[in-house]
C-alpha cells in the first residue's frame, strides 16, 4: 500500500522553528517530485514549496521565502521541510504529496491536482 506520512509538527513559538518529514512507505520517493501544502481553517490549500525528483530543482512560495527550505535524502525515502522564523500565520495543516509528473515547474507546483498522492497531514501551530 502507498503511503506518504507526515511528522515533526507541533506548537512553537513565534520566531520557532520546525522541521516537517515526509516519509514513504510501499514506494521509492526517488522517481517523484515532491511538494508541501498546507492549510488554514477555512482558507484553500496552498502550495507552499516543491523539490524535484532528483532534488536538483525547487520552489518556494512568495509566503515563505528565505524561511522555508524544503530537501530531500533519497537513501532514506523522505522529504524534510525546514522552517524557521514562523509566524502566526504559518498555522495550519501540512501535507506533503508526491507527483509522478518527476520536476517542479512554477506554472504548476502549487496545484493540487498535479500530485498523486497525500499524505494525512501534520499540525502545525504558530502561538505565544
Known amino acids: 500500500q502507498l503511503q506518504l506520512v507526515e511528522s515533526g509538527g507541533g506548537l512553537v513559538q513565534p520566531g520557532g522553528s520546525l522541521r516537517l518529514s515526509c516519509a514513504a512507505s510501499g514506494f521509492t520517493l526517488d522517481v517523484y517530485a515532491i511538494g508541501w501544502f498546507r492549510q488554514a481553517p477555512g482558507k484553500e490549500r496552498e502550495g507552499v514549496s516543491c523539490i524535484s525528483s532528483s532534488g536538483d530543482t525547487t520552489k518556494i512560495a512568495d509566503s515563505v521565502k528565505g524561511r522555508f527550505t524544503i530537501s530531500r535524502d533519497n537513501a532514506k525515502n523522505t522529504v524534510y521541510l525546514q522552517m524557521n522564523n514562523l509566524k502566526p500565520e504559518d498555522t495550519g495543516i501540512y501535507y506533503c504529496?508526491?507527483?509522478?509528473?518527476?520536476?517542479?515547474?512554477?506554472?504548476?507546483?502549487?496545484?493540487?491536482?498535479?500530485?498523486?498522492?497525500w499524505g494525512q497531514g501534520t499540525q502545525v501551530t504558530v502561538s505565544s
Open positions: 504529496a508526491a507527483a509522478s509528473v518527476p520536476w517542479c515547474n512554477s506554472a504548476s507546483y502549487y496545484r493540487p491536482t498535479r500530485y498523486d498522492y
